[in-house]
């Protein structure tokens, strides 16, 4: 009877230090796939972020270019707007010279007279 109970025992250490190497092992497993998952989703995360950041500047590049456009249209029509008025100023100029140029004739013709 003792050779059966110390059998026993020998059977349940070998059961016990088996069921502990297969622990040891799962955890091994475990670790090595929680490893994998977690390089996984960083790569992820950097994709998604390099994917955000290029988006990111497509709307920024878009943004410039309407906002270069927007200033060439506004340029073009402050340039307009000073033709017409350089235009409008030698206008004036011209006139207000002839007007002085045929007063002057006028008062020459007078002192003539």
């Given at each position: 009877?003792?050779?059966?109970?110390?059998?026993?025992?020998?059977?349940?250490?070998?059961?016990?230090?088996?069921?502990?190497?297969?622990?040891?092992?799962?955890?091994?497993?475990?670790?090595?796939?929680?490893?994998?998952?977690?390089?996984?989703?960083?790569?992820?995360?950097?994709?998604?972020?390099?994917?955000?950041?290029?988006?990111?500047?497509?709307?920024?590049?878009e943004r410039?270019?309407?906002?270069?456009?927007?200033?060439?249209?506004?340029?073009?029509e402050l340039?307009?707007?000073?033709?017409?008025?350089?235009?409008?100023?030698?206008?004036?100029?011209?006139?207000?010279?002839?007007?002085?140029?045929?007063?002057?004739?006028?008062?020459?013709?007078?002192?003539?007279?």
């Amino acid at each position: 009877m003792l050779d059966r109970i110390k059998q026993a025992e020998t059977e349940a250490d070998e059961i016990i230090a088996e069921a502990e190497s297969d622990a040891d092992e799962r955890l091994a497993e475990a670790r090595t796939r929680a490893e994998e998952i977690r390089a996984e989703a960083e790569e992820e995360a950097d994709s998604e972020a390099d994917e955000r950041l290029e988006a990111a500047r497509e709307d920024i590049e878009e943004r410039r270019a309407e906002i270069l456009e927007s200033g060439r249209a506004d340029r073009d029509e402050l340039e307009r707007e000073a033709r017409e008025r350089v235009e409008s100023a030698v206008d004036y100029a011209v006139e207000r010279f002839e007007e002085a140029v045929n007063q002057q004739a006028e008062e020459a013709v007078d002192a003539q007279a």
